[in-house]
């Protein structure tokens, strides 16, 4: 099915997230179509996306290397820099202990990061050299120093974020449309990014594309940042847009389902990370103009998932032709 057909499909589905919006309190913004998307006969421009509602700032705090993205747990988060990974107090915002690598590597490019058990896993590329190398870098929470390493070469791209779910890894491969300096081609073209999920050993189990019409608000850059969140969907930003995309699995097929999209008032994309503490789970991004670390709480219930496709077994007299 061509994402034109799918996006008509849901609008059933926007409009029922829309009324669960207006029954909270919220109203669902309808979201422009994105250039080169035309809707199907007889539907509107307006409601051809799935519906954007906003998130609400909770707080802010001062970060001085907000640059890539943010991590937390119970009690602090980790602000991720190039080089480096800071730890602050969640109830100070305080700066507490700082892991700073050597600035002639190995570790070049830290994008993002996710507390899993005590550890703190960060998606590390060498971008935007070429070809494209990608590990996960893993250091402790109590103490920031690094523990290990796991290495993926030249793989499928440039590893931007990487999360724990449902028993198994997630990561995103990052490429991009933008041209390297010095270089003459783009830097892996965008449409080529992948979320795939991983097993124990890092090894990759599945692999999904992401629906067009996000990649090309991603343009000319990519997928920066990917979290599973307490209402077990997948949210991804992309490098400039204050905005999360909230992604289903698909019931057949090899692209994510989108679901809807959350207005991050004051983000400027990058890594993301959710907070699992129950009915008060909150969203954290970054705004790396400001250099700051906000947190979000997010109308989840705003978003409805998608009607799933309608499939059909036809008997004799019936198949199509």
Not at 58 to 84: L, P
Request: hydrophobic share 40%; aromatic share 10%; proline share 7%.
């Amino acid at each position: 099915m061509s994402t034109r057909t799918r996006i008509v499909a849901g609008l059933a589905t926007s409009a029922a997230a829309g009324a669960v919006a207006l029954a909270a309190g919220l109203v669902a913004v309808a979201a422009p179509v994105p250039s080169g998307l035309v809707p199907a006969a007889g539907t509107q421009a307006a409601v051809t996306e799935p519906p954007v509602v906003s998130a609400t700032l909770a707080r802010s705090y001062d970060a001085f290397d907000a640059r890539q993205a943010v991590a937390v747990d119970d009690r602090y988060f980790y602000v991720v820099d190039n080089r480096s990974i800071t730890k602050h107090d969640k109830a100070t915002g305080r700066p507490l202990l700082q892991f700073v690598s050597d600035p002639d590597g190995p570790i070049i490019h830290l994008d993002s990061a996710a507390v899993v058990d005590g550890k703190l896993y960060a998606a590390h590329s060498n971008y935007d050299e070429s070809p494209m190398e990608s590990s996960i870098e893993v250091f402790d929470t109590r103490t920031m120093r690094h523990l290990e390493t796991h290495s993926f070469g030249i793989f499928r791209g440039s590893l931007t974020w990487l999360d724990r779910h449902d028993g198994a890894w997630w990561a995103g491969f990052a490429n991009y449309d933008e041209i390297p300096d010095g270089g003459s081609e783009p830097y892996g073209e965008t449409y080529q990014t992948q979320v795939v999920k991983l097993d124990d050993h890092f090894q990759v189990v599945e692999a999904w594309t992401i629906p067009k019409p996000i990649l090309d608000r991603f343009k000319p850059m990519s997928n920066s940042g990917g979290s599973w969140g307490p209402d077990g969907r997948l949210w991804l930003t992309g490098h400039d847009l204050g905005e999360a995309y909230v992604m289903t699995l698909p019931s057949a097929g090899s692209e994510l389902v989108w679901a809807g999209t959350v207005t991050l008032p004051g983000v400027e994309g990058q890594g993301i990370a959710w907070e699992h503490a129950g009915a008060r789970s909150k969203l954290w991004a970054i705004k790396r103009s400001t250099k700051q670390a906000f947190s979000f709480t997010v109308p989840i219930r705003s978003v409805a998932d998608p009607v799933a496709p309608a499939w059909q077994v036809l008997g004799p007299g019936h198949f199509e032709q």
